[in-house]
Structure formats: structure tokens, C-alpha cells
């Protein structure tokens, strides 16, 4: 699971030639022109947010920007490239706005930003304000409740953000050894679960389905696999069923892996492939035990709903990636 990654850089250059330099950068670069939410929206950890702003500018504060770019590129090739390109006589000086990263959190934010805000003397503060404040040692952290290794929208994100005065290059060390210490202080009743997934398919397709399964459970960061392997499930007195099981360690209750299962039992046509059973302390998790205050019909209905959840989930790319598995599947079913 991934608990921490960085967040785009932000870099201000001032300048008279505001047109040239924009040009430029969205001419060279294929750097597109934003407003500042937007670029946050659709940067990733690669990329640079560069706030083009006049000469007289001294702050890293955004509404001084005439004009603001994105370029999905880290910020050293940026600089390097108006340096190859001789564009740098257009530049009169460059600031570097404070670093950014993002950390995951499964529970309570409240009492994992204030742990952070004292560990390591920060602010929480709306965005904008933290980087106008936030100079080229400090570094904002942002936390959500997503997994990180897909892009994160404003939505995602908690409503304020810490500004840490610290580089980012220290606190990116220390939360990458910690911050699972932090995830684990988040949970309501600071506990993982550890469950057992059974995969059952009278076709046969264990490889198929392990692979399915081994790609929705990376790309949705559902926990850390700690054991696979063949076993025997006794279902019924003197007849066991062969199985491939799977020990998951995850943040998730039992119910919330579930779901995930389900989904994957069935098509997009509501068809049944495979058989996805979850144990959790040797008690067998039954789908019926989803909302169990909500009024359910059967269990394929329920499977092609828990399909379609699950399909939102998953970014564009890994989609395609799971309908080429599933590709397999179709062509043998």
C-alpha cells in the first residue's frame, strides 16, 4: 500500500515578458494554461504548477500570477529547458514555492492533523494561504482518505491543509516510515483485519481470477497480500472443494472487501463467473452481511450493483487493464 507520494511543485518566475515566457512554456513544453484549482486537479506528483507573475512580485502568492501553466514535467526540467532554449535572459528571477506531498489516512483526520501539527510545528491553513506563507524549506501536506496512485481532485482532499516548516525531503523520510503508524492511530478502534479470500471456479481459471483479483486489490491499495496458496475447503461433511486462497492485511472492515469480492464474481451482464468467499476469524463473510439494514433482492442483482461500484473505482487505465483479463475469461466462458 502507498501512504505518502508528492504533490506537484510549484514554481513562480517573474518577469516583464509575461507573453513570451507563457508562450514558451505551452509552445515548448506542452504546458497548458490553468487557473490555480483546476491545475491542482490535474497535476500529478510529476508535474510543476508554474505562476508566471511580474518582476516587481517578491511572494509565493498566487493571485499575483498573470498567467499559470501546468506542465507535467518535475520542475528541473523546466528550468533546464529555458536554460537549453536561451529563454533564460526573458526570467529576472525564479522562486521556488514550498514543496507539497500527500498522505493517506483510513480514519479520524482531526486527530491525525493535530499528531502531525505537533510533532512537527505546523499550521493548518486554508491553501492559498499556506503558500503565500510557505517559503522553498517548508512543505504542504495534504491528506485524504484515497488511495494515492491515482489522480486526486480538490474533492479528495481534506478542507485544510499543514504547513510544515520543514523540507520536504525530511518529512517525506520520516512519514515513509511512519506513516503507517499514523494510519494505524486514524482507525476507530486502531486495528487491521487480516482475512482469508477463497477462490473457487468449476472452470478451473484460478490463474484468471487470481488476476483479476491480485490487479483490483493493487490498484484500489486494499492492503498487503501475506500468504497465497492452495488449500482445501470442507464445505460439506466428508467432501472438500479445492480452492486458491488468498490472506489479505488490510485497513478495510470485512464487509468493505466484500463488496469488492462480489463485484467480482459477476460481468457487466451480470453473469457468474467465480466464487470470491471471505472469512474473516474463520467466520465466513456472506454477502446478505453487506448493509445489513438495507432490503436486498438476490444475489445476483446485488453482484451486478457491487459491479458497477467497483468499475467507478478503478481510474480509466486500470479498467482497460481489467477488461483485458477479463478478455481471457470471455473467451474460454
Keep these: 500500500m502507498l501512504f505518502i507520494r508528492m504533490a506537484p511543485r510549484l514554481l513562480f518566475l517573474r518577469t516583464s515578458k509575461i507573453e513570451e515566457v507563457t508562450d514558451f512554456l505551452t509552445n515548448n513544453l506542452q504546458g497548458k494554461i490553468t487557473d490555480f484549482f483546476r491545475g491542482m486537479d490535474e497535476a500529478t506528483e510529476d508535474s510543476s504548477l508554474i505562476f508566471i507573475t511580474d518582476s516587481y512580485s517578491i511572494k509565493t502568492d498566487i493571485e499575483d500570477a498573470k498567467a499559470i501553466v501546468l506542465i507535467n514535467e518535475p520542475a528541473s526540467v523546466c528550468l533546464s529547458a529555458l536554460i537549453n532554449n536561451k529563454i533564460a535572459h526573458l526570467i529576472e528571477k525564479v522562486d ?40 522553498k524549506e517548508d512543505t504542504i501536506l495534504f491528506l485524504t482518505h484515497k488511495q494515492l496512485s491515482k489522480r486526486l481532485s480538490k474533492e479528495d482532499l481534506m478542507h485544510t491543509q499543514l504547513l510544515l516548516p520543514h523540507p520536504a525531503s525530511m518529512i517525506y523520510k520520516k512519514l515513509r516510515s511512519e506513516g503507517i ?27 484468471e481470477h487470481y488476476d483479476r483479483l491480485n490487479h483490483v486489490l493493487t490498484q484500489l491499495e ?79 442483482v446485488e453482484g451486478l450493483n457491487h459491479r458497477r461500484q467497483l468499475v467507478e473505482k478503478l481510474s480509466d487505465n486500470a479498467l482497460r487493464q481489467l477488461k483485458c483479463l477479463e478478455e481471457r475469461l470471455i473467451v474460454e466462458y
Design 222 to 300: 486494499m492492503g498487503m497480500v501475506l500468504e497465497e496458496g492452495w488449500t482445501k475447503d470442507h464445505a460439506l461433511t466428508l467432501f472438500s472443494v479445492l480452492a486458491y486462497q488468498v490472506r489479505l492485511f488490510t485497513l478495510y472492515k470485512p464487509e468493505e472487501i466484500k463488496k469488492i469480492l462480489l463485484g467480482l464474481e459477476y460481468d457487466d451482464k451480470g453473469e457468474r463467473w467465480a466464487d470470491f468467499d471471505l472469512y474473516y476469524r474463520n467466520k465466513k463473510i456472506s454477502w446478505v452481511d453487506i448493509d445489513k439494514g438495507r432490503k436486498k433482492s438476490n444475489k445476483a
Design 96 to 135: 521556488m514555492g514550498p514543496s507539497s506531498m500527500v498522505m493517506r489516512i483510513a480514519g479520524e483526520e482531526d486527530k491525525v492533523m493535530e499528531e502531525l501539527k505537533n510533532m512537527y510545528d505546523g499550521r493548518d491553513l486554508p491553501l492559498e494561504e499556506a503558500i503565500k506563507e510557505g517559503e
Design 181 to 207: 503508524l499514523f494510519i494505524t492511530r486514524s482507525l476507530e478502534d486502531r486495528k487491521w483485519y487480516e482475512v482469508r479470500i477463497n477462490i473457487y471456479d468449476t472452470q478451473g481459471k484460478y490463474q
